[in-house]
């Protein structure tokens, strides 16, 4: 259930950007329970139904310090060439910005946010790769610092 916590959402995603494209078909937030049909992941549309509207873009009214990674390539997109290797094929992945998991638009959601105190960003995939960033000797450090 947890990588559909992952799935884009709105409003940070438009209703009609393509997150998977075979030949025939376009698959976006607006015709997503589709692309679970076609997939064949039958208990699909029920778990996206359970998260979809869980927001995790407000503002959470206390302060917030944002540390994220950035200029890492990150998938953005999906692509299949061919009809017939959908989806059972790995497909190719259109590669955007972000920390090698999450997409930049992504983690910069809490930089909006008014209860932000500060951002941080680490560039590249030896700091802001997102599971070294934990690792990290400035970002420990800045930890070390809010707690202190």
Same mark, same amino acid.
């Given at each position: 259930?947890? $990588?559909?916590?992952?799935?884009?959402?709105?409003? =940070?995603? %438009?209703? !009609?950007? =393509?997150? =998977?494209?075979?030949?025939?078909?376009?698959?976006?937030?607006? $015709?997503?329970?589709?692309?679970?049909?076609?997939?064949? +992941?039958?208990?699909? +549309?029920?778990?996206?139904?359970? +998260?979809?509207?869980?927001?995790?873009?407000?503002?959470?009214?206390?302060?917030?310090?944002?540390?994220?990674?950035? !200029?890492?390539?990150?998938?953005? *997109?999906?692509?299949?060439?061919?009809?017939?290797?959908?989806?059972? =094929?790995?497909?190719?992945?259109? *590669?955007?910005?972000?920390? %090698?998991?999450?997409?930049?638009? *992504?983690?910069?959601?809490?930089?909006?946010?008014? *209860?932000?105190?500060?951002?941080?960003?680490?560039?590249?995939?030896?700091?802001? &790769?997102? !599971?070294?960033?934990? %690792?990290?000797? &400035?970002?420990?450090?800045?930890?070390? &610092?809010?707690?202190?």
């Amino acid at each position: 259930m947890g $990588n559909y916590f992952m799935l884009p959402r709105y409003p =940070v995603w %438009g209703k !009609d950007e =393509v997150l =998977v494209q075979t030949p025939r078909t376009n698959y976006t937030l607006g $015709n997503l329970e589709q692309l679970f049909a076609d997939m064949g +992941v039958t208990d699909g +549309v029920e778990k996206w139904k359970t +998260v979809r509207n869980a927001s995790f873009t407000g503002d959470p009214g206390v302060p917030t310090h944002c540390f994220n990674g950035k !200029d890492v390539p990150t998938s953005a *997109s999906f692509y299949y060439k061919d009809q017939k290797d959908f989806p059972d =094929v790995v497909p190719e992945t259109v *590669s955007g910005d972000g920390d %090698g998991t999450v997409p930049a638009r *992504s983690l910069q959601v809490c930089h909006k946010w008014n *209860s932000t105190v500060t951002v941080t960003e680490y560039s590249g995939a030896d700091a802001g &790769e997102h !599971d070294k960033i934990v %690792g990290n000797k &400035e970002f420990i450090k800045s930890i070390i &610092e809010l707690i202190s």
